[in-house]
């Protein structure tokens, strides 16, 4: 497979300062870590907003550091976790004397990580809370997970508890939102096409031209089932309906995330958007927002995810907040 790179194993690194360097006016890298923050890094009285994990999900994580989302994100190498010490550099340079809160996507190398990091941080007398972000509808157990996985919806939990964070509310506060608004958001997706790890140089697996995986994990793991390739509005059909069946949202006002993998073009993710208000139109379902486009990505992916969030009145307010990101910016 033909990449682009210098030295495989300084891809990451290599990255980092790439990004740092294209959006310098906002963002900084703090020295001798894998860990992006924002230019202003630690804003006083506000609680701190810190995620990361693997590389390879781009724009996630760094794509949303920034004013009214996170306040710093940590950078582990291909579909790696960051290591606790690194996570904590992070927690340290966000702290202000209001707490952090850590939003994970749950996944058994950041779980263990993170939660290493926060003990760590803690003994240094710094107040952190966690939430982990589970909204992958597929399936209850993959490879990487115990439970669900973390996909796409973690987007929202960024931009929402980011928000609030914003306004100078509490840390319980910003948890609370954080815990809400991960309640009411699920995910799936679809792969047509295999990721290809760099340092691998080959596809993680193979489909067949006439084969697609359904419930896709972003690290590649097995989803529900391979099948032949369906259209457009079968596929959407098939990820939506799982979604709508894991919660009621009969009546209700949802925003709605169609997310590309990778290797998608717009004109087929807009067929997906499509289809989706169509169907959401036949349940009353009110759709409030909706975003299109690439935020958590596999690598050279072929496919997409779709995420549905249930709101309430609190929930509008806080996407309707402003946000300054490279990714996301209302």
């Known amino acids: 497979m033909k990449k682009i790179y210098n030295d495989v194993n300084q891809m990451v690194d290599e990255m980092i300062d790439g990004i740092t360097t294209a ?14 923050t924002r230019s ?44 606790p010490d690194q996570v904590l550099e992070a927690l340290k340079a966000v702290d202000s004397g209001a707490g952090v809160l850590l939003i994970l996507k749950n996944y058994t190398g ?21 939430v982990v972000v589970n909204d ?29 964070a914003e306004t100078g509310a ?38 067949e031209d006439n084969e697609m995986e359904i419930g896709i994990g972003i690290h590649g793991e097995p989803g529900i089932k391979r ?13 939506l309906e799982k979604i ?15 997310n590309g993998l990778g290797s998608t073009p717009e004109m087929e993710l807009y067929l997906v958007s499509r289809k989706v208000s169509q169907l959401l139109e036949e349940k009353e379902i009110t759709i409030y927002r909706t975003w299109v486009g690439e935020y958590m990505t596999s690598l050279d992916m072929a496919g997409f995810s779709i995420t549905v969030l249930k709101l309430d009145d609190q929930l509008k307010e806080m996407l309707n907040k402003p946000s300054k990101t490279i990714a996301f910016s209302n």
């Open 23 to 36: 959006h310098s006016a906002f963002l900084k890298r703090l020295p001798n870590t894998t860990v992006i």
């Open 40 to 83: 202003d890094v630690r804003v006083q009285g506000k609680v701190g907003i810190v995620s990361g994990g693997g590389s390879g999900h781009e724009p996630a994580h760094a794509g949303y550091v920034g004013e009214g989302m996170l306040d710093a994100a940590v950078v582990g190498e291909v579909f790696t976790s960051p290591t």
């Open 110 to 130: 950041d779980v263990m990580n993170f939660e290493m990091a926060k003990e760590m941080a803690e003994m240094e007398g710094i107040k952190v809370e966690q």
């Open 136 to 164: 992958d509808v597929a399936v209850q157990d993959s490879t990487f997970t115990t439970g669900r996985r973390g996909i796409a919806g973690t987007v929202f939990v960024h931009k929402i508890a980011g928000a609030l």
């Open 170 to 207: 509490s840390l319980e506060e910003v948890k609370s939102i954080a815990e809400k608004t991960i309640n009411n958001v699920r995910s799936m997706g679809v792969a047509l096409s295999s990721c290809t790890v760099p340092a691998a140089g080959k596809p993680s697996f193979v489909l």
């Open 227 to 239: 099948v032949p390739i369906e259209n457009a509005d079968q596929i959407t059909t098939t990820l």
């Open 244 to 258: 709508l069946a894991d919660i009621d949202y009969s009546n209700s006002n949802v925003a709605v995330m169609i």
